[in-house]
């Protein structure tokens, strides 16, 4: 399952993912792990969430972070749900087909393996096509 917050810049997407994290370690029965560009979270988050900070993986298109998220699986498959802050600043491009690309393959994955994925977009949720709309 797959649920994508999409807003500019200043719309209160990260405090909503903020919260949704630490709500996550009380609920949540297995890891939860999530994925942001910088070091923005380090103190909003509940300390049993493992943050990871994208840019000191060299993570520079959505088939590397589709590497990525496979090797975080692979090395612990008690992840129940990851999420990514700030989706494009990652990967470092724009919202389009590539991005939806992704998230259906991202919906694959977890499927397959149980996995419940939050990302967050920084753009205008009208520029959004309908591939990626059907996950908000």
């Known amino acids: 399952m797959i649920r994508v917050i999409m807003g500019k810049k200043g719309s209160g997407k990260t405090k909503q993912m903020i919260d949704m994290i630490n709500s996550a370690v009380q609920t949540e029965h297995g890891n939860v792990v999530c994925i942001e560009k910088g070091n923005k979270l380090t103190f909003d988050i509940h300390y049993q969430i493992r943050l990871v900070e994208a840019s000191q993986y060299d993570i520079a298109d959505y088939t590397a972070l589709k590497g990525f998220v496979s090797g975080l699986y692979a090395g612990n498959y ?6 990514i802050d700030s989706l494009t600043k990652i990967v ?14 991202l ?3 977890g499927e397959q393996h149980n996995i419940k994925f ?9 520029l959004a096509t309908e591939g990626i709309k059907k996950y908000f």
């Open 107 to 109: 919906n694959n994955f």
């Open 78 to 83: 008690d992840i129940t749900h990851i999420f």
């Open 92 to 105: 470092g491009g724009e919202c389009n087909n590539e991005t939806e690309k992704f998230l259906d393959w």
């Open 118 to 126: 939050t990302i967050t977009i920084s753009d205008d949720e009208s």
